[in-house]
T-cell receptor, first 115, second 111 residues
């Protein structure tokens, strides 16, 4: 089956620094990747949708200058949390989809803790 | 009102019991997904269906398009089935075809 990896799986950073999270589709070409955020005991919240080679589309309320998304190739998308604050601490999950199917394949998630 | 609603929110069962989790949606969908999230956080896609029924091992998913309803069944439940089960609908939205998520069902299977 299709595999999506995320790196790192967990990260601790200091307030004010930036952290980059990578999402890779390992055995298929992902024309679209989605970035989600999940708080404890809550469902996933879509942050942004990115299509390879074009700018990401952000959901209402998500600051595009704070959460930088780059989808430079068909197998890699990155989410950079800039000037991180403790309230950015969360579980970030990516998913990937090909153009031919509605199926989304999820990465294992990245737990970000900002101190 | 959420576009995708799940019930129950929490479910505790004894090992071996037959389990049903329900999902109702109020919008037109392209596909309905059942996902499993274990305590570590990783999400596994169990099923994607747009009609009828699918089976994989002890898991069965059904969907009734006319009634806008889907169910996930687990036969002969086991403690390792303990997880959060999430239904999500692919709602045609431009070209993105994003997922709209239910709130999840926390399943605990006791030995």
């Amino acid at each position: 089956g299709a595999v999506v990896s995320q790196h790192p799986s967990w990260v601790i950073c200091k307030s004010g620094t930036s952290v980059k999270i990578e999402c890779r589709s390992l055995d298929f070409q992902a024309t679209t990747m989605f970035w989600y955020r999940q708080f404890p005991k809550q469902s996933l919240m879509l942050m942004a949708t990115s299509n390879e080679g074009s700018k990401a589309t952000y959901e209402q309320g998500v600051e595009k200058d704070k959460f930088l998304i780059n989808h430079a190739s068909l197998t890699l998308s990155t989410l950079t949390v800039t000037s991180a604050h403790p309230e950015d601490s969360s579980f970030y999950i990516c998913s990937a989809r090909t153009s031919r199917t509605y199926e989304q394949y999820f990465g294992p998630g990245t737990r970000l803790t900002v101190t | 009102k959420n576009e995708v609603e799940q019930s129950p929110q929490n479910l505790t069962a004894q090992e071996g019991e037959f389990i049903t989790i329900n999902c109702s949606y109020s919008v037109g969908i392209s596909a309905l997904h059942w996902l499993q999230q274990h305590p570590g956080g990783g999400i596994v896609s169990l099923f994607m269906l747009s009609s009828g029924k699918k089976k994989h091992g002890r898991l069965i998913a059904t969907i009734n398009i006319q009634e806008k309803h889907s169910s996930l069944h687990i036969t002969a439940s086991h403690p390792r089935d303990s997880a959060v089960y999430i239904c999500a609908a692919t709602v045609p939205s431009g070209s993105a075809r994003q997922l709209t998520f239910g709130s999840g069902t926390q399943l605990t299977v006791l030995p």
